[in-house]
């Protein structure tokens, strides 16, 4: 049974060593990750992020996958192409152009594992809520630093991000995903293939398969 790390870039995983993850199964990442882990499949959907990634060389050692638009313009043999979204849909949020890079992270996680693990996919953002800032702050472990916003930007909406993770859950069924995590949103969490777990269970777990 093939397990896969799907690694997302919420600060809830800010105090876990990702380096843990080492030979536990096949990692997969977004856009900056790869300045803190040699991650194994990095997903780049922005082009400041995938220009970093080139820069970093991590085209030449590891999977560097992006969108065909992007791809298309650089022209780097070493850059995979994401796969097609796997299901059919007439929403706005589930076209290929409107999926971020933590959507096709999950989604190359699904295709090719039974469990899939998701760290640091937080789908909220920080502080207060207000009618002027209904999302709070971001929520970015990479926030004030280079092709990032600053602490006090605003976060985004993640209700798309929802409902594609949903969508794939729905249609891998047969995968077990889990998500290390003190809070997901309950949308999540009624798919019968859905579980929620926490990092010290992880840590115990990462520990006993040594």
């Known amino acids: 049974m093939s397990?896969?790390?799907?690694?997302?870039?919420?600060?809830?995983?800010?105090?876990?060593?990702?380096?843990?993850?080492?030979?536990?199964?096949?990692?997969?990442?977004?856009?900056?990750?790869?300045?803190?882990?040699?991650?194994?499949?990095?997903?780049?959907?922005?082009?400041?992020?995938?220009?970093?990634?080139?820069?970093?060389?991590?085209d030449k050692k590891s999977y560097v996958h992006t969108n065909i638009k992007l791809s298309a313009i650089l022209k780097n043999p070493n850059i995979q192409l994401l796969p097609d979204v796997p299901y059919e849909s007439t929403h706005k949020n589930d076209l290929a152009e409107n999926w971020k890079s933590g959507s096709y992270a999950v989604l190359l996680g699904a295709m090719k594992n039974d469990i899939v693990m998701l760290l640091g996919f937080d789908f909220n953002g920080l502080g207060e809520r207000s009618q002027t800032n209904p999302f709070g702050k971001i929520n970015n472990i990479y926030k004030d630093t280079a092709n990032y916003p600053g602490s006090n930007e605003k976060q985004r909406d993640m209700g798309p991000d929802v409902q594609q993770v949903g969508h794939l859950m729905k249609h891998f069924s047969k995968v077990k995903f889990i998500?290390?995590?003190?809070?997901?949103?309950?949308?999540?969490l009624s798919h019968p293939n859905s579980f929620q777990d926490t990092y010290e269970n992880l840590e115990k777990q990462l520990l006993t398969a040594l």
């Not at 790390?5 to 977004?30: H, M, P, W």
């Not at 990750?33 to 220009?51: E, F, I, K």
């Not at 998500?179 to 999540?188: A, G, K």
């Open 179 to 188: 998500f290390i995590n003190d809070w997901v949103p309950e949308t999540l």
């Open 3 to 58: 397990i896969g790390y799907v690694i997302g870039n919420g600060e809830s995983r800010k105090d876990f060593d990702i380096r843990k993850l080492n030979n536990q199964g096949a990692t997969y990442g977004c856009n900056a990750l790869m300045r803190d882990y040699n991650v194994q499949n990095l997903v780049c959907s922005n082009r400041l992020h995938l220009n970093e990634a080139i820069d970093f060389g991590l």
